[in-house]
């Protein structure tokens, strides 16, 4: 029991991913989906779970075996290939510095959304402002532990309040269980959107900068940490899909059939009054913005592992460089959040649609370092790690094939206002 009690006290990086991943954009992808199309897309979030878990444990073996984050195992591995460094530079911090700035306009947006539900006469600027500031001084402390007690706080909390909720709601088990394991695409408007809004909101690429990263901060004997770290991977992702499937399930019941506009946070609410009432709106409130706050911490912190990484600067969170990066990322998301005439929802939705676009690049980059049997030993990759991830590659590039048309219809609307 004690050795047992040790593992889950080992538990950190995965807890900062799941808490990563779940930002005001699960909440509202997961809420729109089940509104939307009930149970029927389940499987789209146990899918996205199961090959979470296969990318993260990669990235943290990584992390782990080669004491580095991607980015600069990149740059370890193409140190003789300059041309070839260049372009994976470019590539690297492209796809990163634009995914993570329309995330965190969306991490951003979220909370302000999740205060307003409180709040509903107060200011989104004063808002946004007020979150970076927190943000800010949360980074800049340059502390990685304590960033991870807080992030893992904050996944502890949504989890109890989703999972209550989903079971107070008494879903059709029939339904559910179908909608889990018989995977179906509805004959309706946007279906491939949320498909791809569902995989984007929980298979997120600058997650696998991050748990490099962070792994190779938290463990430094591989011999012993690498399978702490897959139990670690497993049950925190894990317990992240499951919330991701509960807020699915809680929607479906409060809002399909019903023609709800899931707008804003208040709205979002009504999912949560079978367990708290009149108290729902002020819950689902807290819960954006504890989501939203955890989310907006770790999008800059992972550009800026990647960045730096790639660049050659090391990845010392208190080194000037390492700040420049992430204040960038945290500017433009509140830059964006307080000048985008679009609602937060649709700011959100086009954000994890946007990621599930940018994956396939990190994927393939984190395939090919992990492949590298000079470079990582005996803990590259096997076989079967390999089969899951072609197969997953193969399914997200075919989803972000037939997303494109929604997605950049997305994004005029977006833009529009």
Same mark, same amino acid.
């Given at each position: 029991m004690?050795k ?8 950190? /990086? ?7 991943f779940?930002? *005001?954009?699960?909440?509202t992808?997961c809420?729109?989906s089940?509104a939307?199309?009930g149970?029927?897309?389940?499987w789209?979030?146990l ?5 979470t ?8 073996r ?7 984050g991607l ?7 193409y140190s ?6 260049i372009?994976l ?8 510095f634009i995914?993570?700035v ?14 307003q539900?409180?709040? /509903? !006469? ?6 946004a402002?007020?979150l970076?500031?927190v943000a800010f001084a949360l980074?800049f ?7 991870e ?5 904050l ?9 209550a ?5 008494g879903p059709n ?8 394991f018989? /995977?179906?695409v509805?004959q309706?408007?946007?279906?491939w959107?949320?498909i791809?809004?569902l995989?984007g909101?929980?298979?997120? *690429?600058?997650n ?5 990263s962070?792994?190779a901060?938290k463990?430094k004997? /591989? ?7 897959r ?6 992702i ?6 991701s499937?509960?807020i ?8 399909h059939g019903t023609?709800?506009?899931i707008t804003?946070?208040a ?10 009432? !009149?108290?729902?709106t002020?819950a ?8 939203g ?5 770790t999008?800059p ?5 990647a960045s730096?990484?790639i660049?050659g ?26 000048t985008?005439?679009?609602s ?10 946007a ?5 396939p ?5 984190l395939l090919?370092?992990c492949?590298d049997k000079k470079?990582?030993g ?7 790690n ?16 037939r997303?494109?048309?929604?997605f ?6 977006l833009?529009?206002?």
């Amino acid at each position: 029991m004690n050795k047992i009690w040790k593992k889950l006290k080992e538990i950190g /990086p995965g807890a900062v991913v799941a808490a990563a991943f779940i930002g *005001p954009g699960t909440v509202t992808t997961c809420t729109v989906s089940g509104a939307s199309y009930g149970y029927t897309l389940l499987w789209a979030m146990l899918f996205s779970t199961v090959f979470t878990i296969i990318l993260q444990e990669m990235a943290a073996r990584l992390g782990i075996a080669k004491q580095m984050g991607l980015g600069e195992a990149l740059r370890v591995k193409y140190s003789d290939k300059k041309g070839v460094l260049i372009f994976l530079a470019i590539l690297v911090i492209s796809a990163v510095f634009i995914g993570n700035v329309a995330y965190e306009t969306g991490n951003v947006s979220g909370s302000v959304m999740g205060l307003q539900a409180i709040l /509903p !006469e107060s200011s989104k600027v004063m808002w946004a402002l007020i979150l970076g500031v927190v943000a800010f001084a949360l980074l800049f402390s340059g502390s990685y532990k304590y960033i991870e007690k807080v992030l893992t706080g904050l996944v502890i909390l949504m989890s109890v309040m989703f999972l209550a909720t989903a079971i107070a709601v008494g879903p059709n088990m029939g339904e559910l269980l179908k909608g889990l394991f018989v /995977p179906r695409v509805p004959q309706m408007d946007r279906a491939w959107f949320y498909i791809a809004g569902l995989i984007g909101t929980t298979v997120v *690429p600058y997650n696998i900068y991050l748990h490099a990263s962070s792994a190779a901060k938290k463990w430094k004997n /591989p011999e012993e940490d690498v399978k702490t770290s897959r139990l670690d991977t497993i049950l925190s992702i894990g317990l992240g899909g499951i919330i991701s499937m509960c807020i699915i399930i809680t929607a479906a019941a409060a809002f399909h059939g019903t023609d709800a506009q899931i707008t804003n946070g208040a709205v979002m609410a009504e999912q949560l009054k079978p367990i708290l009432g !009149e108290w729902a709106t002020v819950a689902m409130g807290i819960g954006l913005f504890a989501a939203g706050m955890s989310s907006a911490i770790t999008a800059p912190l992972s550009a800026a592992f990647a960045s730096s990484g790639i660049l050659g600067w090391g990845e010392d969170m208190k080194k000037p460089r390492f700040k420049i990066i992430w204040i960038i990322v945290l500017a433009f998301g509140i830059v964006a959040t307080c000048t985008m005439g679009a609602s937060p929802t649709e700011i959100i939705l086009f954000a994890q649609a946007a990621n599930a676009l940018l994956l396939p690049v990190t994927a393939i980059l984190l395939l090919i370092v992990c492949n590298d049997k000079k470079f990582m030993g005996k803990y590259a990759n096997k076989t079967w790690n390999n089969i899951l991830g072609i197969l997953l590659l193969a399914v997200l590039i075919f989803i972000a094939f037939r997303n494109m048309t929604a997605f950049v219809e997305s994004f005029s609307k977006l833009i529009a206002g």
